[in-house]
């Protein structure tokens, strides 16, 4: 009886069926060479899961490039940090969703039919109303119904001055840059057509959540806000 | 709850194991780990692509493996021009220096292998897929799936040694 190679593998790696199993084990009684075969095959394979072993970790380098980057996000954070109380209350108490976000999609994520947010040598900036909302509009006096919402404003740990905004389903943070507003951050997507109402849910959810990964301090109150928005202005003039 | 946290609540499990794949498939431990972060990035990117119901693991190793081969086919043509330094001088960066020099050792012989032994090899014998499910992923017949198993394992073993 000849055993195809392909078929004392399989056996080795118990992946026959109990009938194909019987047979290869009868002709491995008659020729111990084809015992031997498994027995190699079986240790390679444990070799190899042993040799590779130390590679199923999450080192601890990887974990921070995934939440750090301005790539992708905090995984674990919400779970891990309970967010500051000023978060908290803004957010509205509400269970934080795993936030997520790649930076580097910021083209596929934009809504099709706005130019707020363009690519300027490979960085995203703000451009059009956002900028503008940016540029002047203060969380304490905005009207309720402003078409692009500024929620909070602070200082980064390199002292940029960022801001979030909201308009429609797109969320996001700027921070300053010498000519403009910065993407550092943006939310939506592509399930705001399914699901706008749970999308902008979780989109505030995960921008609370990168607001008090990135904030150096507490976000202004309305004096600090306008304080800083009127120095902005003068630098740039 | 949200679809969004369970899916990465779940990705976040399968990381150690997508490490691993990783491991087997490039050249170096920063090759893995860049393949590692580019498929995460890839599958938050593309998390409405995923059905939920159906395995997150063979998605992501999918992923994983189309993103290999294309970085692949690009720096085979750089290592062709540049010799990579022997590693058998080298000693890894992590962890204890025996299992570091065993896990360079390993990740070496697999680098002898032809890229679709190496997958074969590394989704069956190291991550334990079942045979009809590693075809699934790397999308080939069973029959291809086991003559590259077959021919991978056996050139493994004389590159390795047999006495393992």
Redesign the interface.
Known sequence: MTIE??TL??YA?G?LDPIAAKRVERAIAEDPRLGEDVA??R?????????????????D??AR??ADAG???P??RPERAPMRRWARNWAGGGAV??S???G??VG?MLPRDTGAIALDDGRAVVRGDIARALDTQLASTQPADAPVRVGLTFRDAGGALCRTFERQAVAGIACAARDGWGVARLYGG??QERSEF?QAA?AQAAMMADVDAMAKGDPMDAAAERKALAELRSDRD | M?G??SF??E??TL???L??F???LARD?AD??DL??AS??RA??R??QWQPGTRLDSWMYRIMRNLWIDTARATRRRSETFVPPDAGEEVGA???QE??V??H???RA?QTLPAEQREA?AL???EGF??KEAAEILDVPIGTL??R??RG??A??TR?G?A?
Do not use: F
């Not at chain 1, 240790?43 to 080192?59: D, E, Q």
């Open positions: 190679p392909e593998m399989a790696d992946a190699r095959h240790a390679l394979a444990a070799r190899l899961r042993g040799g590779l072993a130390p590679a199923a970790t999450v080192p380098a990887i490039r995934l790539k992708v996000t995984l674990r969703a795993a997520l976000l790649v580097a999609m596929q592509a399930a749970r979780s | 949200p969004s946290s990465t609540d990705l976040l990381i150690p194991r490490r691993r990783a491991h087997a431990g893995a780990d590692l972060q995460v990035e938050l990117v998390q409405d992590m962890g204890e299992a570091s065993e896990l050792h390993v990740m697999m090899v069956v014998v190291v079942a045979y086991t003559s198993l077959v394992r056996e493994l073993m390795l047999e393992a």
